[in-house]
Every structure is written in C-alpha cells, then in structure tokens.
C-alpha cells in the first residue's frame, strides 16, 4: 500500500512537471517565432515549417493570410494519430496540448523583433528553437510533428533519427528555396541545424548507461529504482574477495538524464553501496522509456 501511495504521488508529480515544461517549452518557441523566425523570414523545418510556407504561399500568391492554429492543427492530426496507437495515449495526448499551446500562444504573442541580422538570427533562432523542443522531450512530452517520429524510433527502436529528420526538414526548405529565393533558405537551413545540435546537446535520452551495484541492501535499491525511474534490475550473487561476505550485484540500464538521479537514491538507500557507471555503446532488447505511456 504505501509503495501504491508512493507511485501515485510520483505519477501526479510527474505529469504536474509534464505540463510545466512542456507550457514553457511552447511559449518559448512562439516567442522565438515571433521574434527571430518572422523577423528573418526563415522557415523553421517540421510540421511548423511547412505550416509558415504554407501562410507565406497564400499571402504572397493568392493575397489570403491564414491564422497559424489551424493549418498547424491539421498537419499534425495524421502522425498524432499513429502517436497514439504505437506510443502511447498519455504521451499523445500531453503533446497534443502543447501543439493547441504553441498554435495560440503564436497567435497571441505580439511581435517582438530583436535584431535584423539574418546570420544572428539564424543562429541564436535555432538555439533557442532546440532548447524549446529539448524542454519538451526531458519533461515527457513534445513539440508534436517530426518529433513524433523521433520519439517512436527511440521508444521502439532505440534510434537517434534526428539527423535524418534534419534532412527531411532541408528538403522543405529546398523547396521553400526554389519558391521564395535561396537567401532564406540558406539562412533557414543554418537555423534547422542548429536547433538539431542543440537538441543532441540538451536531450540525452537515447544515451544508454549501465549501472553496476555492490550492495547489502539489494531488495532496498531496487525499490528504489523501480520507484524513480520505473526501470528493473537483474540481481547476481557476489562475494567481497577481501572480507570474504556475501555481497549482490546489480545490473541496472538507465538513460543518462537518469544516472544521476539513481545515483543519489541508491546511496540514500545504502551509502555504503558501491557503484560502477560506464557508458553503454549498444543496446538491444527491451528498454523501459518511463515518461511515454
């Protein structure tokens, strides 16, 4: 019972923190719309991306200007979708908030220019744009759009594709090129890659660590991380060569923006525990992605 009461404590926490950053996150990137992207004429890559040259194609061709909120909504229903039957409700519809926060926060979000350098804003815009979706993503859940795909072949695959959707992202901004000039879209695929070296930097999920556990206090620990991070362990009989006790060895793999946080639990649990943290290169099997439900 008081494991039940601890897990439920921790879920409402969690998803309090789910909101929080991912509200943040949203904001941050209306903002940085309004304030860099606009003021640059750049297109940022993704489902937003496609939706700014979309507006752009009916302002400039047709003399009709689109609000933002629902051709961003529409874009981003079919890979919600496959979001929902493949990650998970929970995390598709937390995201599915944040896509309708974004939409309206750039709707409402006055202008706010801050420089005129293209390159400046180029290069600061995507910083600021791979924060933004890096928040998201540590807190559980996303910007909506290609991030979708990114976190379907991590939680399935356990895959870094990011670089692949940089691509896919260029490929509309080529065409983006070939409608509206090269300029800006040179300039926007400097913005697209920056934002993905910051979300590389930032968002470090697929990184896989494993954690070798000396311990006394094995059943202890491993409520611990069961509790923390929602991740097993695999536990081995050991002997201290020296002292000649029983000891137990646990064999635990964890994210690296988990490490640190199991770290501390463990050694609150037991602080005479012996930890080994080494980077792990490959991993294959099931992996437990505790934020995506």
Same mark, same amino acid.
């Given at each position: 019972?008081?494991?039940?009461?601890?897990?439920?404590? *921790?879920?409402?926490?969690?998803?309090?923190?789910?909101?929080?950053?991912?509200?943040?996150?949203?904001?941050?990137?209306?903002?940085?719309?309004?304030?860099?992207?606009?003021?640059?004429?750049?297109? #940022?890559?993704?489902?937003?991306?496609?939706?700014?040259?979309?507006?752009?194609?009916?302002?400039?061709?047709?003399?009709?200007?689109?609000?933002?909120? #629902?051709?961003?909504?529409?874009?981003?229903?079919?890979?919600?979708?496959?979001?929902?039957?493949?990650?998970?409700?929970?995390?598709?519809?937390?995201?599915?908030?944040?896509?309708?926060? =974004?939409?309206?926060?750039?709707? +409402?979000? &006055? @202008?706010? &220019?801050? =420089?005129?350098?293209?390159?400046?804003?180029?290069?600061?815009?995507?910083?600021?744009?791979?924060?933004?979706?890096?928040?998201?993503?540590?807190? $559980?859940?996303?910007?909506? $759009?290609?991030?979708?795909?990114?976190?379907?072949? *991590?939680?399935? /695959?356990?895959?870094?594709?990011?670089?692949?959707?940089?691509?896919?992202?260029?490929?509309?901004?080529?065409? @983006?090129?070939?409608?509206?000039?090269?300029? /800006?879209?040179?300039?926007?695929?400097?913005?697209?890659?920056?934002? =993905?070296?910051?979300?590389?930097?930032?968002?470090?999920?697929?990184?896989?660590?494993?954690?070798?556990?000396?311990?006394?206090?094995?059943?202890?620990?491993?409520?611990?991380?069961?509790? !923390?991070?929602?991740?097993?362990?695999?536990?081995?009989? @050991?002997?201290?060569?020296?002292?000649?006790?029983?000891? =137990?060895?646990?064999?635990?793999?964890?994210?690296? !923006?988990?490490?640190?946080?199991?770290?501390?639990? +463990?050694?609150?649990?037991?602080? /005479? @525990?012996? +930890?080994?943290?080494?980077?792990?290169?490959?991993?294959?099997?099931?992996?437990?992605?505790?934020?995506?439900?």
């Amino acid at each position: 019972m008081k494991q039940h009461n601890t897990l439920e404590r *921790l879920d409402l926490k969690r998803e309090i923190r789910i909101l929080a950053l991912g509200l943040i996150g949203s904001l941050i990137m209306a903002i940085n719309i309004k304030s860099f992207v606009h003021t640059g004429g750049l297109y #940022p890559g993704g489902f937003n991306g496609v939706t700014l040259l979309i507006q752009t194609s009916f302002d400039r061709f047709l003399g009709i200007h689109l609000p933002f909120s #629902p051709i961003s909504l529409a874009l981003n229903a079919i890979p919600a979708i496959f979001s929902f039957r493949t990650i998970g409700k929970r995390f598709t519809i937390n995201t599915a908030l944040i896509i309708v926060a =974004t939409s309206v926060f750039t709707d +409402i979000v &006055p @202008a706010m &220019p801050i =420089t005129q350098d293209i390159l400046l804003i180029s290069v600061f815009g995507g910083l600021i744009n791979g924060a933004a979706i890096s928040l998201c993503l540590i807190g $559980g859940t996303s910007t909506g $759009g290609t991030d979708f795909i990114a976190v379907y072949f *991590l939680e399935k /695959k356990n895959r870094d594709v990011w670089n692949f959707i940089l691509m896919g992202n260029a490929t509309v901004l080529i065409l @983006a090129g070939l409608m509206f000039g090269w300029d /800006k879209a040179l300039y926007s695929i400097i913005f697209q890659f920056t934002s =993905t070296q910051m979300i590389h930097l930032l968002y470090q999920e697929h990184n896989k660590i494993t954690m070798f556990i000396v311990t006394e206090l094995p059943y202890e620990i491993y409520l611990e991380i069961m509790v !923390t991070v929602h991740h097993s362990a695999t536990e081995i009989s @050991a002997t201290g060569m020296y002292s000649q006790e029983p000891k =137990t060895l646990l064999y635990c793999v964890v994210s690296s !923006t988990e490490a640190k946080i199991v770290t501390r639990k +463990i050694l609150e649990a037991d602080p /005479k @525990a012996m +930890i080994n943290v080494v980077k792990t290169e490959t991993f294959r099997g099931r992996f437990h992605q505790p934020r995506h439900y």
